[in-house]
């Protein structure tokens, strides 16, 4: 019985592929835990915080406008950790990018260069897309954890803007944007806000929301997302199989550093400047938000939808916090114990769904 | 058992150097479309770098590869998977976090649309998956399953419905049935003889002379990186190979050693017997060893026969002096 030839497919195997119900399908993705979570949390500071306003397109708006910049770190953060690699230096990169736009922008008089703000943008754009490329060949050729690699870099990148933003301009804060020409344009595709039911809603929310759909799109219908998974879930068998590895990798730093500008170039036309140390801590935020979104720290799943939920759970904390009047000292108590009981759930719901 | 013609992958004279170290050794091996061509060798025989070279990762130092009557050189794995030399790791075929269809096509998705839009065509992608794996015999239940679900046994076979849908002409599986256990080991054999059929070649690589003898067509038996001999299945008993692939002198050694442990009996005496058989027998055929087709070895000489009958006599040791 073992050689003889099998009866092709036919309908019935159809049948049995829709077995499985809607529930259990929901179950097994990965950001089910982050949606859940979320819920939990909107209906607890909508009961805490009712008096506060809580349900209000005020808070919404607020709540969203905080968790833009977030989440378009997290997206790409999230994307990075599929492939099984961490960046610690996205939040330095945010004060890097920042920086060097307003130096290349501040006129010469100030310590700058005086140039207009498009071609500013663009080389800061290039700037930052060469440290993500650095950032992944060093890891690649060094064979070192990026977990190390990329904190060192933290420190570098973040100590090289301090003190090259000091010696140019004696300061570590430099404003006046919107002096400069272009910043109309700029303006209106990365700082302008929608009235929308009388709240004000960042157009960065509409970035953070097409970065989602993007990535999402990628990672789940393109070849490329298969090779972000495949290269997060085990390197040598997908090197085996034809994947190029390296390049997944490398791309994908210098995807997280592209996020980084952009949330560079968001904060520096809403703050018609920028400072040293913007973005100081946001890579352990967008690492929480991927990880709470259902990601593996050792890589080869996760969701792009799910950090950019890891990232409305963050705001939500945030905001609610600010709006309920507790003291936000306990800001971090609360973010903590959300990361450690997203983090069990999806793994207890992971197996479950892997037994199912 | 097809095609007694040429062999699509022909080996001739191979070494391989590690610095110091002789890897491998003046060896030669063949394997015809439509035949398993078991590889057998105990730990360190140089089953590892023999695949290794097979499969494009390693190049000889010396010694020609053939594959479809051309001289090749590889200089990537890649180059020897585009000629359709396909090869299956061990415990790297396949990546347990996804799903089946994912990592049937992993490395080569099928696409559709133009871009930017291009895209993973995932509505063809499960469909094959499943109709290939069920034309292997291969019945997964959702396709959507991640392969970490599956047993160890249903992803060496899934990697090998992979191999075989992409083309593979010549499949190298290194030890597919080595972490299995019995049930399981027979689920990946009966798809080696499926690939087979399908006019496959199959280099089957293990340490397990029972799972070699039934599928396999001939023996190639590797021992401390030479080829020891290589036998057709006509020529030879599975007793006989299971002799052979622990080898004469490792026989005989254990037999002093277990002599000098619990002294003298009837069951080491049996083992220094086998041993010196096994040890004549290879004198003959390591003579016979030619590249080309083998001369189909007229088993060996009756000498082989001679040191079973004097019992005990552990020194009169018969020389391949013929």
Known sequence: MATTAVPPVSAPADERVRRKSLGARLLSRPEIGALIALVLVWVFFAIVAHQHNFISWATTASVLNTAAPLGIIAVA????????????????????????????????IGGGFGWPLVPALIVSLVLSLLIGAFNGTVVLATKLPSFIVTLGTLFVFRGLTIAITRLKTSRTQLGGLDQISGFSIARKLFGSNLTLFGSQFSVAILWWLVLTIIATWILLRTRAGNWIFGTGGAVDAARNVGVPTRRVKVALFMTTAFAAWLVAVIEAVQFTGADVLRGENQEFQAIIAAVVGGCLLTGGYGSAIGASLGALIFALVQQGIVVTGVDADWFQVFIGGILLGAVMFNNFIRRRAALR | ????????????????????????????????????????????????????????????????????????????????????????????????????????????????????????????????????????????????????????????????????????????????????????????????????????????????????????????????????????????GLDRLVQMMAGGEELENLAHELERAVGKSEASEELVRAAQALEAEAGGLTERESPGPRPPA?????????????????????????
């Not at chain 2, 007229?298 to 013929?322: I, K, L, Q």
């Open chain 2, 298 to 322: 007229t088993e060996a000489p009756p000498s082989a026969e001679v040191p079973a009958d004097p019992p005990g006599t552990g020194a009169a040791r018969p020389g391949p002096d013929d």
């Open chain 2, 1 to 236: 058992m097809s095609a007694n013609g040429t062999p699509l992958l022909d080996v001739r004279h191979i070494s391989k150097f590690f610095g110091s170290v002789i890897a491998l050794k003046d060896v030669s091996m063949f394997c015809r479309a439509g035949e398993v061509t078991c590889l057998l060798g105990d730990n360190g025989a140089g089953k590892s770098t023999l695949i290794k070279t097979l499969s494009g990762v390693h190049r000889p130092d010396e010694g020609e590869y053939v594959f479809d009557g051309r001289a090749r050189e590889f200089t990537s794995p890649r180059e020897a998977l585009d000629l359709g030399i396909a090869t299956v790791y061990q415990d790297l075929a396949m990546i347990p976090l996804l799903s089946i269809w994912r990592n049937f096509f992993l490395g080569s998705e099928p696409t559709k649309g133009f871009w930017p839009f291009r895209r993973y065509d995932v509505k063809f992608a499960k469909e094959t998956a499943r109709q290939e794996l069920s034309k292997m015999g291969i019945d997964i239940r959702d396709p959507d399953q991640p392969v970490g679900t599956l047993s160890g046994g249903e992803r060496q076979s899934v990697a090998i419905a992979r191999a075989v849908y992409f083309g593979a002409r010549v499949l190298i599986l290194d030890e597919p049935t080595a972490a299995l256990g019995v049930k399981q080991a027979g689920v990946v054999l009966r798809y080696i003889v499926q690939a087979k059929q399908r006019g496959v070649g199959v280099i089957f690589i293990t340490h397990n002379p029972h799972h070699a003898y039934p599928v396999g067509d001939h023996f190639v038996i590797l021992r401390r990186g030479q080829v020891f001999g290589d036998f057709p299945k006509s020529e030879i």
């Open chain 1, 77 to 108: 953060v999230a994307l990075l950790m599929i492939a099984g690699e961490f960046d610690l230096s996205v939040g330095s990169i945010i004060g890097f990018a920042g920086m060097s736009i307003m130096l290349l922008v501040t006129p010469s």
